[in-house]
């Protein structure tokens, strides 16, 4: 499957799809899910945003047996707008067990550039099962936390990249009160079905068009409104969650055993 915007530049895709290709031939893996995971599938991109495409890739299964294995993360290199680098599918269901929200960011991306939607529903299954809500939450609490206390550092002038790292967390912590499973990755998404006051919601929405026509590290002072709320919903959240148990690790070997004999390339 492929789904991507209409804004898209070609050169660019057409380039990201020459190093899936690569990697995948290079490698020896297989690439079965390639998304973009930054600005762009949050919702909030600059003019000049990077393309920034994660992808899971899949040994093939003598290689898990190795006494040496390969690494477990293949990366090329940055160029231009150009951020492409993936993880193996062992570390991706390790993360995920760990509190890890960023596994099932990727495979909820709006954007895909190459994919199995059966390998995404497979992964997206282990990660629901194997997933504690509260080290999620855990998750986007630290990630959003420090992200604003390095927006107030700014005295009232922030870029407005860092606003919207500190912001999209906030909201979904707030998705998390009312929903379970995986977040959803876009800004947008996540508005629709989490309780975020409205005068939060008309300040982001003028906050994310000057982003929309503000070079990538543009500044601007934090609305007031989008300033209070954030900072209630961190001072709020507890720091809580515990290292997984047995049983998620149990779950978690027996879901990538079940994966790795599907996906694995010959």
């Not at 050169?11 to 995948?24: E, N, P, Q, S, T």
């Not at 290689?63 to 090329?76: A, F």
């Not at 998404?189 to 982001?204: I, S």
Request: glycine share 8%; with cysteine; charged share 25%.
């Amino acid at each position: 499957m492929r789904s991507l915007a209409d804004d898209f530049d070609p050169a660019a895709v057409a380039a990201i799809d020459g190093r899936l290709a690569g990697v995948a031939a290079e490698h020896g893996v297989r690439v079965p899910w390639a998304v973009e995971s930054g600005s762009r599938a949050w919702g909030f991109a600059s003019p000049d945003s990077d393309y920034d495409c994660r992808f899971f890739f899949v040994r093939p299964v003598a290689d898990y047996r190795r006494l040496w294995p390969p690494r477990d993360v293949i990366e090329t290199p940055l160029e231009g707008l150009l951020d492409v680098n993936g993880w193996d599918l062992g570390k991706a269901i390790r993360l995920a067990t760990a509190g890890n929200a960023t596994v099932g960011e990727w495979l909820r991306s709006p954007l895909v550039y190459d994919g199995d939607a059966a390998f995404r529903d497979d992964l997206l299954d282990v990660v629901a099962r194997v997933g504690d809500p509260a080290r999620v939450r855990r998750h986007y609490l630290h990630v959003g936390r420090a992200q604003w206390t390095r927006a107030q550092e700014d005295a009232g002038q922030v870029r407005l990249k860092r606003v919207f790292y500190a912001i999209r967390p906030a909201v979904t912590l707030r998705w998390l009160d009312d929903h379970a499973g995986v977040p959803p990755m876009n800004l947008d998404e996540l508005l629709r079905q989490a309780d975020v006051p409205a005068a939060v919601r008309d300040e982001l929405a003028e906050l994310r068009d000057l982003k929309s026509r503000t070079r990538e590290l543009g500044s601007a002072p934090v609305p007031v409104a989008v300033a209070r709320w954030v900072a209630q919903v961190f001072a709020a959240e507890p720091d809580r969650g515990t290292p997984p148990s047995s049983g998620l690790r149990t779950e978690a070997e027996a879901g990538f055993a079940a994966l790795l004999d599907r996906w694995a390339p010959a």
